[in-house]
């Protein structure tokens, strides 16, 4: 054989080695990454948000917001906002006018003991207007918030005289606090500084989810978690995250958890946990944080059936309550849990709400289920005594459809 013959098969066998080697690493390194993403989604499921539909309490006054016109369609769908008090009598609306408000409303305690509305991005909005209201939505002022705000119930927080807070998308997700004025807001910390902080890397911060002011006037944040069994919550004090103390129920301790509601109430500030069981399950946990920086008191934790988690709220008294569409065409479900009175609170599994339930308010005295079909909303109060659902108010809201292209 010559030389040349020799020296070509040397060749041809080289780099078939070097093929082999090539292909054998990368082949190990792709069993590798399923591997390690195999085992990544074992410890992370991330967990949904809260829906926007919401109800919330203030003094004597109970502020509900639902989607109404085409909810199929985007571009159709128009959030309302409807206030209910001792004096209306019945559900008023009280929209803030003057803005699209396709993407989603959010609100919270407003200066002066008013509310402040937040309307989410939509269309070619990249910012998110804010309307301030002091007479129960009978007059709207206008204010601004530079980013558009998170699409959660939580983006916005506040106090009646003190700090105000808001989530906005920049920056994985990013908290801002603002004066009474509202006019000037200032970064307060973001979701990626905040993961890494020594507080939030136990956490593994996902993602931030609702926001208030804790009963010592800090800024309050929760979050989402990548690692099991940890609660994301954080007060931020003079510039540092510090976790609050939270004891994880034990119906939690195997999967990641997600804080999906911090509302101030009349006693201090409550909190919506949800996590998934051993067996796969969702559990629901709420706590209440009435002290600066303590524990919140926990309630039982409450296993609902499988479905989607429809919309969320507070009650009079401190309490929240949720309401649930279990998967296929059965029955909704209502379901509230009182602030403690000195034991831990169990969840209360309210009588059937009609069929096709899509919000809830909880007033003095009163609980009212809401049906929506286009431009008309039905609300039905319960008679605790009987257990039954009564029809009582019908009101047909003018929705301009296409008025957002």
């Known amino acids: 054989m010559s030389d040349s013959h020799a020296a070509h098969r040397f060749a041809v066998v080289w780099r078939l080695v070097v093929a082999i080697v090539l292909v054998s690493a990368l082949l190990g390194s792709v069993t590798t990454t399923i591997a390690v993403r195999s085992a990544f989604s074992v410890e992370y499921r991330p967990l949904p948000d809260a829906p926007l539909t919401t109800a919330f309490v203030q003094g004597d006054s109970t502020w509900l917001e639902v989607p109404m016109g085409h909810l199929g369609d985007p571009s159709n769908t128009f959030w309302q906002l409807f ?43 990249t910012f998110s207007p804010l309307s301030v209201t002091t007479d129960a939505g009978g007059v709207w002022t206008g204010a601004y918030f530079p980013q558009g705000l998170l699409s959660v119930p939580d983006a916005l927080g506040g106090t009646s005289a003190g700090v ?7 920056g994985g997700g990013s908290l801002l606090e603002a004066a009474r004025s509202l006019s000037t807001w200032r970064p307060v910390t973001t979701a990626g500084a905040l993961g890494r902080s020594a507080a939030g890397a136990r956490c593994g911060v996902e993602r ?29 004090v003079d510039g540092r995250s510090e976790a609050v103390p939270v004891s994880t129920p034990p119906a939690m301790l195997r999967a990641p958890v997600s804080v999906l509601r ?10 919506l946990l949800e996590g998934s069981g051993q067996t796969g399950q969702t559990v629901l946990v709420a706590g209440w944080i009435s002290a600066p920086s303590s524990a919140p008191v926990l309630s039982a934790s409450f296993s609902p059936p499988r479905g989607a988690l429809v919309a969320t709220g507070t009650t009079p008294g401190g309490g929240v309550f949720v309401l649930l569409q279990p998967v296929g065409k059965g029955p909704p479900e209502l379901v509230e849990v009182s602030a ?24 003095l005295g009163r609980i009212d289920a809401v049906t929506v079909h286009y431009s008309t909303l039905t609300d039905y109060a319960l008679d605790e005594d009987s257990g039954t659902w009564t029809r009582s108010e019908v009101i047909h809201v003018p929705i301009q459809y296409g008025s957002s292209d």
């Open 164 to 170: 105000h807070l808001a989530l906005g998308r920049k």
């Open 208 to 236: 931030l989810t609702a926001a208030a002011v804790a009963p010592d006037g800090d800024p309050l944040v929760g979050t989402a978690c990548r690692r099991p069994g940890v609660v994301g919550l954080f007060e931020i």
């Open 83 to 125: 206030v209910r008090s001792p004096s209306t009598g019945g559900w008023r609306t009280a929209t803030p006018p003057g803005v699209a408000d396709n993407g989603g409303l959010v609100m919270a305690d407003g200066p002066g003991g008013g509310l402040v509305a937040g309307f989410l991005p939509s269309q070619d909005l």
């Open 262 to 271: 911090v509302v101030s109430t009349g006693t201090g500030v409550a909190v």
């Open 340 to 363: 403690p009175q000195g034991t831990t609170p169990a969840w209360d599994v309210l009588p059937t709400p009609p069929r096709g339930t899509l919000g809830a308010a909880f007033s």
